[in-house]
């Protein structure tokens, strides 16, 4: 079994930061890759930004030049640093993992969501 736990969500005002966390733990052999996605109200699951272990990553246009996702390989930890936050940025925040499990079964697992409000 694989845990994902988000945290750092919450309201902030626009310009504003905040920076998500998303530990993984559990039968976890490898990480391929770590990313982050979200949903807006009334819209669709969209892509924010995805970290391969290579360290390749990928963002989506509306985040490029304000967010970061980073990573702790140790911590299997994976990071969005959103800068210049604008209420469209507004959604539920999902952690993703393409992982390798013990039994070397590959798996793609969800976090729980973490919702981030900007509004002043």
């Known amino acids: 079994q694989v845990q994902l736990v988000e945290s750092g969500g919450g309201l902030v005002q626009p310009g504003g930061s905040l920076r998500l966390s998303c530990a993984a733990s559990?039968?976890?052999?490898?990480?391929?890759?770590m990313g982050w996605y979200r949903r807006a109200p009334g819209k669709q699951r969209e892509l924010v930004a995805t970290?391969?272990?290579?360290?390749?990553?990928n963002y989506a246009d509306s985040g490029k030049g304000r967010f970061t996702i980073s990573r702790d390989s140790a911590k299997n930890t994976v990071y969005l640093q959103m800068n210049s936050l604008k209420p469209e940025d507004t959604a539920v925040y999902y952690c993703n993992a393409d992982l390798l499990t013990r039994a070397l079964v590959r798996v793609n697992y969800w976090g729980q969501g973490t919702q981030v409000t900007v509004s002043s």
């Open positions: 559990g039968s976890i052999f490898s990480i391929n890759a």
């Open positions: 970290l391969t272990s290579g360290g390749r990553t």
